[in-house]
């Protein structure tokens, strides 16, 4: 089981990124998918979920409206689309899967939100 986070970036507050999380090593779409963010000096904290089966989504207070999570099950991969993006939201952003009582993440990717 492994999941690739990928796609973080520089850009200036008000920008958009789109963050993907390739899955490999299990099938995609009988489980649900996390989205992490850990500020420098922080804890990690939940962004956003899509759930199995009916791809149900979940987004903490602080990004609704801004952030959307999807999925592409042919392509194996979860997106996090990131739009009017805010120097708060700097961080490094991981994908996480529950399968039998394990965590799985990703390896991070840095998102630097910054004019």
């Known amino acids: 089981v492994q999941l690739q986070a990928s796609g973080g970036g520089l850009v200036q507050p008000g920008g958009s990124l789109r963050l993907s999380c390739a899955a490999s090593g299990f099938t995609l779409d009988y489980y649900g998918i996390g989205w992490f963010r850990q500020a420098p000096g922080k804890e990690r904290e939940g962004v956003g979920c899509i759930s199995a089966g009916d791809d149900s989504t979940y987004y903490t207070d602080s990004v609704k409206g801004r952030f959307t999570t999807s999925r592409d099950s042919a392509a194996q991969t979860v997106y996090l689309q990131m739009n009017s993006l805010k120097p708060e939201d700097t961080a490094v952003y991981y994908c996480?899967?529950?399968?039998?009582?394990?965590?799985?993440w990703g390896q991070g990717t840095l998102v630097t939100v910054s004019s």
């Open positions: 996480n899967l529950l399968m039998r009582g394990t965590d799985y």
